[in-house]
Nanobody, 131 residues
């Protein structure tokens, strides 16, 4: 049984930095393409950043490019999201997601890519950016 557990959320001021972690258990993370999503109240879940299975390729939502960095450490079975220059509009519950990829170097940034078999979600961690 694969489990994803996010950590690192919290309340910060505008312009601050915050790092999120996603711990993978039940199967080696090196088997998965992974991504971060977020969902603000009243809004749909949106893809924030994605990373391919070997970690060679990354993809970001336009709203976070240049501010957020996704990375992974498969030796630790973990994925990370470093968030800099945070804005109030970054306030949301952040989720990590994993899937067995069709293509080893492909990134998956749509929530529909994490539906069905061989896909998993964490429970989420709240990030609040005060203005």
């Amino acid at each position: 049984q694969v489990q994803l557990v996010e950590s690192g959320g919290g309340l910060v001021q505008t312009g601050a930095s915050l790092g999120l972690s996603c711990a993978v258990s039940g199967r080696a993370s090196r088997m998965f393409a992974m991504a971060w999503f977020r969902q603000a109240p009243g809004k749909e879940r949106e893809g924030v950043a994605a990373i391919s299975l070997p970690g060679e390729n990354t993809d970001y939502a336009n709203s976070v490019k240049g501010r957020f960095t996704i990375s992974r450490d498969d030796a630790k079975n973990a994925m990370f999201l470093q968030m800099n220059h945070l804005k109030p509009e970054d306030t949301a519950v952040y989720y990590c997601a994993a899937r067995v990829p069709y293509y080893l170097t492909h990134t998956y940034l749509n929530s529909s890519d994490y539906q069905g078999i061989n896909t998993w979600w964490g429970q989420g961690t709240q990030v609040t950016v005060a203005s």
